[in-house]
């Protein structure tokens, strides 16, 4: 046991007898926030804190130097002790109520020398106390400025630099004697008061408005702090500036590691032309002439700037320059005092004397005269310091302020004269330039005494300039905002604690910056100089700082690690170690086993929270103390030693942190302040075990992180580092290490960063959520790094990694192994050597303790509650995790005996890391069925799979073959037949099955449960639940086929069933084969994605589409390597059925596009060819892979032929039409070669009858006679006939049947179109279901539609017309869908139609074909919709109404008869499949009527030319029906002769829409709409009872047609009566639709003249 540990356990034993807390609850007095308040006095025996009684718990307290601040729960503030600011003295037993911050919430408290500050919920700041030097700012209260303020007044903290200006909110303060701080919610710095303790940029003092530190701009500040004079700050380290892009989630979690050195992150930043001195001075070049010597030979100036004798610290406007100066090395063990810590090139003061020391030392009396003048001149306005004053040299301040409390001086304005506490510390600059002149002449400087000891670090250079603010420059981005984050209490911030915006653990890679007055040291740079602006330690940077305390004139730093470092005056033992002043930061000498996790300072004492033997924190001290003198016939009395200027060796002061024997009594401790000569302490009672649980848990996870961040330091880094560990340990092992030094370091940065959040959890009084506990709140994390962990170690140990590492620990820790055996624990070391295997093991442990102390916290709760709830929750998982990690470390010990004891090369071929031995048949358990007598199995069962060895003699390690079957893919059923009477069990493979027999049923029963857990664990299920035989059936699994067959050496990834390939998978071959799809049986069938590489072009072949057994087989797509596409029908892997084959550029021949019927793989049945390097079409019919049969020619000439085709060239009779209708009809033997009889037709009628021989395109030969035909002789009538266009052609119902038995066959129908009904509704639903599951970029309103066409309408019921609409809204809606197989062959028959009547199909003579195959469409398509919809009649049949009740047909059948609807294939499917097909077939009209309507055009431009009454006179329409008014934007006005347009507008524009619609049902709706309107029109000018006749109606109808101006109007004409629905041509829209083909004659026949 320890000193300290003894020192603990004695006082424990002392005071636990009634003083302990009970753990009960009571009401009164509060069992939290209990405050204890103690001046600095001893001996330590006598030292009796007063306990502060409140009503209600204390929350924080602050302190100042002779006052005091409590912040109790519910907000309210109390006061207590030396009020100057009211002239009040209030003791500590009845502190004064703040009445003025009532009803604020305030949420912070702080208090400075002389003056208070709060911040309350909303983030507002309220300062109260002495402000002569600015330190309270610029209340809101009156505006004006005063010596003192005695109330709590509102400070505005503005941020300025946005716009508009926005109010800043505050969540913490920090205050010294002349200053104060504030840290916002973004995590910047605000200042205001007198100093250069701000780090401001200005020459102005006091501060009254605050201001923000734009040195730590851009920096994420965590904590600050505040001395008498200086500043510290707690910031967050800025990211490693060489991380990669791609460790993305290495970036956002960087600050877990912290293995970047220093120099690599500062050498990110750049210096700028400027450069500054240690004060902050900048340093400019000398471009000035200087003819004075004594210049020359100093080579710097002063400027002054017109500044007043005292200037503030931060008013630093002159410079100090250089004249041609040149750097030069600097002794060891010096540090230039101007030597800035950012590693840039900087000027020397003094450089000329470095050139010359000759010439420094004449001039040295004139340095000492200059010397004396900046002292002087210093001084001027300092009073005289007395030589018992037990600050530093700057205290002087506190005292001169104390004094004008009792004088009441009035205000010093700023402008005449600056405070003498804030000058530019004129002393210190002539400090340095007596350090610099020990320097030259060789001597030591005291106050540089410490550089020695961090010399290397003292090297490193700061990560930014004076005056150069780090938000603009590189890495400033990593500026960490925090919305609304948890306040500070316990008198100090908690902008560190839980990461700042409440979801991430604290980071540990901080950074503490400081600056201010360093004539003690405090700032921790290694010398005394002040600084203007913030300057970070270079010392601390890899020390993982969590915590910054600041007394008057010397500065704290906790790390997560448990230490302390100080620095700064230690002229009474505060620092904790050597009675001498400390300029860079020094360890306190701590008793062992201590591990401290609080600190404060006050004006010259520490004090610090620790964890000791015992769960209760304890009290240490060290600093100034307070002797007991005993007077004759007296009571003894305390005698303050503060008025000397430093203590004698006979005074007393602990110069090491001593024990507080008190500290027992006092309960739980939680936090600890510090302020002048006074300590507190905040406590907590135990109420049933809830605080010591908390404690408990937050000491254990500080030791062990104490003890892992040793582990780490001792072991892990030194042997990761070492050259010789990877040749030493081998190729895997050595990889293993380096994952687990990596787990380890994750795992140790885990746990510092918890113990951090537990430290700050307990201080944060009023923040205890039990439910915010990281080990709740970031479980997952938490059990993902100890699975990481575990891994890692077993993975080492299997391997047998440690035997080597076991070696080279020795090797590499030398002497430091003997302080690595303390920290294992007893029974790992062995003869003195660690046990590295249980070392490493040893954090395990850890979740029990998680588990245990979560326990603990759970019955402090009522099982109702959520806190309950959340801690059972988490106590289940971490006891569950801390099982499985023991049975991992079982189950990789016995693995590792199994490996020792089975040695031999082929045991090491199956050694893998992750490989874990369950059972093993070496006892003859488990052998092969039917295998031989002298035949040796062996059976062994891993985690990952099944390994049968055969020739094998396991006492002999000999082992002749193996075979390793993989878990993944072993499906196990116990064989139930026992007539055979064996035990057996079938195990099945992908490519092979067996049977093992067990020699008893219990090790039948034995290994089925083995065989089926482990299965059961590998396919990602938990491993224990598995029942024999139960193991899943279908599964997702990964193989490598090695046996013969279309699989051989391919890997396969997917789904599997009973050992086959099934479902969706993915296989590849070597040879670069590819196949990504679905599987059945082992084969691939359905949807699937195959690539195939072509070795020749060195390009692959691609495939997507449908399979069966194996093959291509279905509607798919295929890219061939030659650059060719085939979209279309596979039959057996041959194109078979419809498809369209495109040749590209690369292609053997000429550009070309086929679409037609394929059978076998070849051309055969109709198609259309368009060879587009030829310029011509073909459509007609094939016969393996050559044009046989009927077929049409076009050209891109206008040329048109139709005949027969025979060996693939034009054979036999044909006819050839040219542009200019001249017609041959005749014998060919080739293309466009005509060889026998033939007719000629000319142009103009006349025609040549004889012989024909030649080419078309070329000249013909002809021998025979010309005629001029006369009359209508019965010759002529049949040479017509002869000539006649379409007798060639290939019959419409011949067309495209290879579309249309597709659509059959994906409604499940055979050949000859014949299926069932329910099975094609089965097959549409499957098709729909699958293609919306494997769609993944279906919009929403794809999907609804989708979702829509699952479900399968009522087909079987009669059609009525009530129903009629469900189901044409469901056509609409298949038609629309490609992936419904109506909407297939929707989108086919528009595919094949534009391929034949587009481009160069664009012949005019192809328009009754074009128009016939239209109609041929519709006549098939109905014959689909009928079998789906056998309701339907036939075309042209009737649909009744629905049948009504018979109360109501009774009712009806005196009045009228039942109506109906006539049903036709074209009102149904026309305007489904028309407006898709209406662009080509329209072109098709125009070509059809060019010649027409370029006539009718000329008519309707001459005939627009005329007013409107000349038009209408001149049509012949009578003047009853001339309009007299025309509207023009609701005003009348009159028509007149001359007017325009002006008549039956409304009609002429309803005209005018013809253009915009598809189908002749709305062409016709159209024009309905038209006579309508023009009916409204004529009406107010005639009767009532007006009813048209044709010869009123047609001029003026004519007159409507003449104004719309319609283009095409004649092929708008021809569609329409050739494709408009037969049931309506005799009724009133026949009658309308005559009327406009009239006028459209009557306008391309009216006379020009």
């Not at 448990?562 to 001498?580: A, K």
Request: hydrophobic share 35%; aromatic share 8%.
């Amino acid at each position: 046991m320890t000193v300290a540990s003894a020192q603990i356990s004695a006082t424990f034993k002392r005071v636990q007898t009634g003083s302990c807390p009970k753990e009960k609850w009571a009401p009164t007095p509060p069992e939290r926030g209990l405050l204890h308040i103690w001046q600095c006095v001893g001996p330590t025996a006598q030292l009796h804190p007063e306990r502060v009684l409140l009503p209600r718990p204390v929350l924080q307290a602050a302190l100042g130097e002779h006052h005091g601040l409590l912040l109790t729960q519910g907000g309210i503030v109390y006061s207590f002790g030396e009020l100057f600011w009211r002239d009040q003295r209030v003791p500590l037993s009845a502190p004064v109520l703040e009445v003025n911050l009532l009803g604020k919430m305030v949420v912070s408290v702080a208090a400075g020398g002389f003056h208070c500050g709060a911040v309350t919920e909303q983030g507002a700041v309220y300062m109260w106390g002495e402000n002569t030097a600015g330190q309270c700012g610029l209340t809101e209260r009156g505006g004006t400025t005063s010596i003192a303020v005695s109330e709590p007044c509102l400070v505005s903290v503005v941020d300025n630099d946005v716009i508009p200006p926005a109010a800043v909110r505050v969540v913490d303060l920090a205050l010294g004697r002349e200053h104060s701080l504030a840290l916002s919610a973004q995590n910047e710095l605000w200042a205001w008061g007198s100093g250069c303790q701000l780090g401001l940029v200005t020459s102005t003092f006091p501060v009254w408005r605050p201001q923000k530190v734009e040195h730590l701009a851009g920096r994420h500040v965590m904590q600050v702090a505040c001395g008498a004079y200086h500043s510290l700050a707690l910031v967050l380290s800025l990211p490693p500036q060489n991380s990669n892009t791609h460790n993305s989630s290495e970036n956002m979690e960087w600050g877990q590691s912290l293995q970047y050195s220093v120099t690599e992150r500062e050498d990110s930043f750049t210096v700028d032309g400027g450069h500054y001195c240690p004060l902050g001075v900048e340093l400019t070049e000398d471009t000035t002439d200087e003819t004075s010597p004594r210049r020359r030979a100093l080579g710097w100036r002063l400027h002054s700037g017109g500044r007043s004798r005292g200037c503030s610290p931060g008013s630093a406007t002159g410079s100090l320059s250089e004249e041609n100066t040149k750097e030069k090395n600097v002794p060891v063990g010096h540090t230039d005092p101007l030597t800035q810590t950012d590693g840039s090139p900087r000027s020397h003061l003094l450089s000329g004397w470095r050139s010359n020391k000759k010439s420094a030392l004449i001039h040295e009396v004139e340095f000492q005269n200059l010397l004396q003048r900046l002292s002087n001149h210093s001084l001027e306005m300092q009073p005289t310091s007395g030589p018992g004053d037990t600050d530093s040299l700057s205290s002087y301040t506190s005292d001169l302020l104390s004094s004008s409390y009792k004088e009441d001086s009035p205000i010093k304005s700023q402008t005449s004269r600056p405070y003498s506490s804030s000058p530019v510390c004129l002393e210190d600059i002539g400090l340095y330039l007596e350090t610099q002149i020990h320097t030259l002449q060789g001597k030591k400087s005291s106050s540089l005494s410490n550089i020695r000891q961090k010399g290397k670090a003292a090297g490193s250079r700061r990560c930014s300039l004076p005056g150069t603010p780090t938000g603009r420059m590189s890495g400033s981005p990593w500026r960490q905002r925090s919305g609304a984050r948890r306040l500070s209490s316990g008198g100090q911030s908690q902008a560190a604690a839980a990461e700042e915006d409440g979801h991430r653990l604290p980071f540990l890679n901080t950074e503490v910056w400081s600056w201010g007055r360093g004539s003690e040291g405090q700032l921790g740079h290694g010398d005394q100089l002040a600084r203007l602006q913030p300057l970070c330690i270079k010392t601390l940077t890899a020390e993982e700082v969590i915590q910054v305390a600041a007394g008057s004139h010397h500065s704290l730093a906790l790390t997560a690690h448990c230490q302390v470092y100080s620095w700064g005056s230690n002229m009474c033992g505060q620092l904790g170690h050597v009675n001498s002043p400390a300029t860079v930061p020094q360890q306190a000498k701590l008793s062992e086993g201590l591990r401290v996790w609080g600190v404060s300072a006050g004006q010259s004492h520490s004090v610090l929270v620790a964890d000791g033997d015992c769960v209760q924190p304890v009290l240490l001290y060290c600093g100034q103390q307070q002797e007991f003198v005993s007077v004759p016939g007296e009571k003894s009395t305390q005698i303050p030693r503060s008025s000397q200027r430093s203590p004698s060796r006979a005074e007393s002061y602990a110069v090491r942190p001593t024990l507080l024997p008190f500290c027992m009594e006092m309960g739980y401790i939680s936090s600890v302040c510090s302020g002048g000569q006074t300590c507190g302490v905040l406590a907590d009672q135990n109420v049933m075990g809830f605080i010591s649980a908390l404690h408990e848990l937050a000491s254990r996870e500080r030791q062990f992180y104490c003890w892992t961040n040793s582990v780490r330091r001792l072991l892990v880094s030194p042997l990761r580092n070492r050259e010789k560990v990877c040749p030493s340990l081998g190729e895997p092992c050595s990889h293993l290490f380096l994952t687990l030094c990596e787990s380890f370091v994750r795992l140790s940065t885990l746990i510092g960063r918890h113990s951090t959040s537990l430290t700050y959890f307990l201080q944060n009084a009023q923040g205890r959520d039990v439910t915010s506990l990281p080990l709740l709140t970031h479980i997952v994390h938490f059990m993902d790094i100890y699975k990481d962990y575990c891994s890692s170690v077993s993975d080492f140990q299997v391997m047998n990694g440690f035997h080597s590492l076991q070696k080279l620990s020795l090797e590499c820790l030398g002497s430091q192994q003997t302080i690595l055996s303390q920290l294992s624990v007893s029974d790992q070391s062995v003869n003195g050597d660690v046990d590295l295997v249980s070392l490493f093991y040893w954090p395990l442990q850890q979740l029990h303790h998680y588990n245990r102390v979560l326990l603990k916290l759970e019955t402090c709760f009522d099982v109702l509650t959520t806190e309950y709830q959340s801690l059972h929750q988490g106590c289940t998982q971490y006891e569950s995790l801390s099982l499985s990690m023991l049975r991992k470390k079982k189950e990789a010990e016995a693995t590792f005996f199994f490996w020792k004891t089975h040695s031999g090369k082929i045991t090491e071929v199956l050694r893998l890391p992750q490989r874990r031995v369950i059972c093993e048949s070496s006892s003859r358990s488990l052998t092969l069925q039917n295998a031989g007598r002298f035949s040796n199995h062996w059976f062994i069962l891993f985690n990952d799979a099944l390994v049968h060895t055969q020739g094998a003699i396991p006492s002999q390690n000999f082992f002749s073959t193996h075979h390793v079957y993989p878990l993944t893919c072993l499906w196990v059923k116990p064989v139930t037949d026992d007539s055979s009477g064996l035990y057996a069990i079938r195990v099945t493979c992908p490519e092979e099955s067996f049977t093992v027999v067990a020699s008893t049923p219990q090790e039948k029963n034995k290994w089925l449960r083995f065989l089926n857990q482990a299965v059961d664990q590998e396919l990602g299920g938990g491993g224990q639940r598995s029942s024999p035989g139960l193991t899943a059936v279908s599964r997702t699994a990964s193989y490598v086929f090695t046996a013969e067959g279309r699989f051989k050496d391919a890997q396969y990834t997917g789904g599997w069933f009973a050992g086959r390939v099934h479902g969706r998978g993915t296989m590849k071959w070597p040879d670069g084969r590819t196949y990504r799809g679905n599987f059945k049986n082992g084969l691939e069938e359905g949807y699937g994605e195959c690539i195939i590489p072509n070795k020749v072009l060195n390009r692959p072949d691609s495939y997507q589409g449908h399979w069966r057994d194996g093959k291509i087989q279905g509607f798919g797509k295929y890219k061939y390597a030659s650059g060719e596409v085939y979209e279309g029908c596979f039959a057996d892997g041959l194109r078979h059925g419809y498809g369209m084959l495109s040749s590209g550029k690369l292609a053997k021949n000429s550009p070309s596009v086929f679409v037609g019927h394929w059978v076998h793989d070849k051309k055969t049945g109709y198609g259309v060819y368009d060879d587009i390097s030829r310029g011509e079409k073909y459509m007609g019919q094939w016969l393996d892979e050559q044009r046989h049969g009927n077929a049409v020619v076009v050209t891109q000439y206008g040329v048109y032929y139709e005949g027969t085709f025979r060996d693939n060239k034009m054979s036999g009779p044909g006819l050839v039409v040219s542009d200019d209708d001249t017609a041959l009809h005749g014998e060919f033997s080739d293309d466009w070669i005509i060889n026998g009889k033939g007719v000629l037709a000319l142009s103009n009628g006349d025609y040549l009858e004889g012989l024909f021989s030649g080419e078309w395109t070329t000249g013909l030969k002809v021998v025979g006679t010309y005629t001029k035909p006369v009359g209508d002789e019965p010759e002529i009538r049949d040479r017509n006939i002869l000539l006649r266009l379409g007798q060639y052609r290939v019959p419409t119902d011949q067309k495209w049947v290879c579309v249309f038995d597709e659509c059959w066959t994906r409604l499940g129908c055979d050949a000859t179109r014949i299926g069932d009904r329910s099975t094609a509704w089965e097959n549409i639903a499957v098709t729909i279901s699958t293609a919306r599951q494997h769609s993944s970029d279906l919009s929403r309103s794809q999907i609804k539609v989708l979702e829509c066409l699952e479900f399968i309408p009522q087909h079987a019921n009669p059609v009525t017309t009530a129903n009629y609409d469900n189901i044409r809204r469901y056509l609409t809606k298949a038609c629309e869908t490609p992936v419904h197989p109506l909407g297939w062959l929707v989108e086919t028959l528009v595919t094949v139609y534009r391929m034949t009547y587009v481009g160069v199909g664009s012949n005019r003579r192809l328009l009754r074909q074009a128009v016939q195959e239209v109609q041929a469409y519709l006549t098939q398509f109905y014959s689909i919709i009928r079998f789906l919809f056998p309701g339907l009649p036939e075309d042209g049949g009737m649909i009744p109404d629905p049948p009504s009740s018979p109360s109501k047909c009774r009712h009806d059948s005196n009045t009228s008869e039942q109506s109906v609807m006539v049903l036709s294939c074209s009102s149904l499917l026309l305007p489904l499949v028309l407006p898709r097909l209406y662009p080509p077939l329209f072109t098709l009209y125009c070509l059809q009527e060019e010649q027409l309507e370029a006539q009718y055009w000329d008519r309707i431009i001459r005939l627009n030319k005329q007013p409107d009454q000349s038009l209408l006179h001149f049509l012949g329409v009578q003047e009853k029906f001339w309009p007299v008014w025309m509207s023009i934007l609701g005003e009348k006005k009159q028509i007149v002769s001359s007017s325009k347009d002006a008549c039956f507008v409304s009609a002429v524009e309803t005209l005018q829409q013809i253009s915009t619609t598809f189908t002749p049902s709305d062409k016709l709706i159209v024009i309905q709409k038209t006579f309508e309107e023009l009916t409204q029109e004529v009406k107010p000018m005639l009767d009532g009872n007006f009813l048209w006749c044709m010869d009123d109606l047609l001029p003026l109808f004519l007159y409507v047609v003449i104004r719309a101006r319609i283009r095409n109007l004649g092929a708008e004409v021809s569609m329409i009566e050739d494709l408009m629905d037969p049931n309506v041509q005799h009724g009133e829209l026949g009658l309308m639709f005559t009327t406009l083909k009239a006028s459209y004659i009557h306008i391309q026949q009216e006379s020009t003249t």
